[in-house]
């Protein structure tokens, strides 16, 4: 049995993820109409639902087309109250975007193996510290695979935690694979239950290497969270303008 992915958050091995959207990246400007917690502006459950229904017409008009209208609605029914509560817009964060992202593209959970399987072709959203210290790696390239298509070819993957002391949490983490029929091994720095986000650096080098044409880019949820596409350049330039803040193709 296979957990939806518009439902996923309702159970408890997702906790991280909630913990992870408290903050979040985005500029939303609107008239101020009132005072919630800290001071800031408030939305009454009607504007968020216009907020909601806008930033999702942007996603698809970027080609985010799993932004779509039968997403939208589950949103609206789902996660109005949340947002009008917690999201105070005279600040540079945005929970608005990270659930749709996270409802999109943070994967289902077999609900009785735990095993982790990709939901989306187009984003991927991941918690810095993970469920499964063991497949960590091996998930994150399951992850970002899909969003590649055909265009990147990613196999024989192994993950090696040999390296890592059990008991302090710490050592070297070696993931191996081949991309393209090319073998690749990066070598994390273990901490605990947390990734290395050099692998995002990694991995934009790999695709550097094998002339992929397009790369990862990624926005921090504000919280533990990561979103990731992969595209162009240009692209992420026109997310920038759209969406009103940058995509980051490195962990630095």
Same mark, same amino acid.
């Given at each position: 049995?296979?957990?939806?992915?518009?439902?996923?958050?309702?159970?408890?091995? !997702?906790?991280?993820?909630?913990?992870?959207?408290?903050? &979040?990246?985005? &500029?939303?400007? =609107?008239?101020?109409?009132?005072?919630?917690? #800290?001071?800031?502006?408030?939305? *009454?459950?009607?504007?968020?639902?216009?907020?909601?229904?806008?930033?999702?017409?942007?996603?698809?008009?970027?080609?985010?087309?799993?932004?779509?209208?039968?997403?939208?609605?589950?949103?609206?029914?789902? %996660?109005?109250?949340? =947002?009008?509560?917690?999201?105070? !817009?005279?600040?540079?964060?945005?929970?608005?975007?990270?659930?749709?992202?996270?409802?999109?593209?943070? #994967?289902?959970?077999?609900?009785? @193996?735990?095993? %982790?399987?990709?939901?989306?072709?187009?984003?991927?959203?991941?918690?810095?510290?993970?469920?499964?210290?063991?497949?960590?790696? @091996?998930?994150?390239?399951? #992850?970002?695979?899909? !969003?590649?298509?055909?265009?990147?070819?990613? *196999?024989?993957?192994?993950?090696?935690?040999?390296?890592?002391?059990?008991?302090?949490?710490?050592?070297?983490?070696?993931?191996?694979?081949? &991309? $393209? #029929? $090319?073998?690749?091994?990066?070598?994390?720095?273990?901490?605990?239950?947390?990734?290395?986000?050099?692998?995002?650096?990694?991995?934009?080098?790999?695709?550097?290497?094998?002339?992929?044409?397009?790369?990862?880019?990624?926005?921090?949820?504000?919280?533990?969270?990561?979103?990731?596409?992969?595209?162009?350049?240009?692209?992420?330039?026109?997310?920038?303008?759209?969406?009103?803040?940058? !995509?980051?193709?490195?962990?630095?």
């Amino acid at each position: 049995m296979r957990i939806k992915r518009y439902f996923i958050f309702e159970f408890s091995v !997702l906790k991280y993820f909630v913990a992870g959207i408290l903050l &979040c990246l985005l &500029c939303l400007f =609107l008239p101020e109409r009132g005072s919630g917690f #800290g001071g800031g502006t408030v939305a *009454t459950a009607g504007e968020m639902q216009s907020i909601v229904r806008s930033r999702m017409e942007k996603m698809r008009e970027l080609g985010i087309t799993e932004a779509d209208k039968e997403l939208e609605e589950v949103i609206l029914a789902e %996660w109005t109250d949340y =947002l009008t509560e917690s999201v105070d !817009l005279t600040e540079e964060m945005n929970q608005i975007d990270s659930i749709i992202y996270y409802c999109i593209g943070s #994967g289902e959970y077999d609900d009785e @193996t735990w095993e %982790w399987t990709p939901s989306s072709e187009q984003v991927y959203m991941f918690d810095m510290e993970v469920f499964n210290v063991g497949s960590m790696y @091996t998930d994150f390239l399951h #992850g970002i695979m899909p !969003l590649m298509g055909e265009e990147v070819r990613i *196999t024989d993957i192994e993950e090696d935690l040999s390296g890592v002391d059990e008991e302090s949490g710490m050592g070297t983490q070696i993931l191996r694979f081949r &991309c $393209n #029929g $090319n073998p690749y091994e990066f070598q994390a720095e273990a901490h605990y239950d947390w990734m290395d986000m050099n692998v995002m650096d990694f991995m934009n080098g790999v695709l550097r290497q094998e002339n992929a044409g397009k790369q990862l880019w990624a926005a921090f949820d504000g919280g533990q969270g990561i979103i990731v596409f992969y595209n162009t350049e240009d692209w992420a330039k026109q997310y920038k303008k759209k969406m009103g803040y940058k !995509l980051m193709s490195s962990a630095e």
